[in-house]
T-cell receptor
């Protein structure tokens, strides 16, 4: 199973760029990297997904080095509403049971 | 709201009772997933349906747990003879055909408390 490792928590301030790194040393060739955001008492919300290099959408950017053993979620100019838990996971088309969310990174944004 | 809908949002039950949760996925999503989440942990996979077929089940899903998806639309998750360790948030998610199983839309969950 492709397990991921993330920092337990991070703090930042409004307006800053936040980078959360995830390691996934045993990622498989056909695995994609996906990030979710979760607020208290809500289900996770998909943020971004990628296979290699860089992916950007209206919310975040995802940087994946050539060896794909890690990835970095970048949140530009965070606000208080970005305070949440962020999960990194890897998986593919093949098996839902192999998806592991882990404990996530608890991001706290201060004014 | 056309998102994933779960009912009830909260359930308190006595140990030993049976409970059933319902999930209505996003219309036309043929894939449906159930997860369990305990405090401070990420969601743990329980089971996965493609249409009405239950394709995968976690070993976490003991014989007290059963899930169905008749006609490939809504799904139910039943827990028999509940135990205090079953207290958790039960999350349902769905995704459309052709999408990676890692990209799913989650409901707001059903919080179960077993007393």
């Amino acid at each position: 199973l492709a397990k991921t490792t993330q920092p337990i928590s991070m703090d930042s301030y409004e307006g800053q760029e936040v980078n959360i790194t995830c390691s996934h040393n045993n990622i498989a060739t056909n695995d994609y990297i996906t990030w979710y955001q979760q607020f208290p008492s809500q289900g996770p919300r998909f943020i971004i997904q990628g296979y290699k290099t860089k992916v950007t959408n209206e919310v975040a950017s995802l940087f994946i080095p050539a060896d794909r053993k890690s990835s970095t979620l970048s949140l530009p100019r965070v606000s208080l509403s970005d305070t949440a838990v962020y999960y990194c996971l890897v998986g593919s088309y093949s098996s839902a049971s192999k998806i592991i969310f882990g404990s996530g990174t608890r991001l706290s944004i201060r004014p | 709201d056309t998102g994933v809908s779960q009912d009830p949002r909260h359930k308190i039950t006595k140990r030993g009772q049976n409970v059933t949760f319902r999930c209505d996925p996003i219309s036309e999503h043929n894939r449906l997933y159930w997860y369990r989440q305990t405090l401070g942990q990420g969601p743990e996979f329980l089971t996965y349906f493609q249409n009405e077929a239950q394709l995968e089940k976690s070993r976490l899903l003991s014989d007290r747990f059963s899930a169905e998806r008749p006609k490939g639309s809504f799904s139910t998750l039943e827990i028999q003879r509940t135990e205090q360790g079953d207290s958790a948030m039960y999350l349902c998610a769905s995704s459309p055909r052709g999408q990676l199983v890692t990209e799913a839309f989650f409901g707001q969950g059903t919080r179960l408390t077993v007393v």
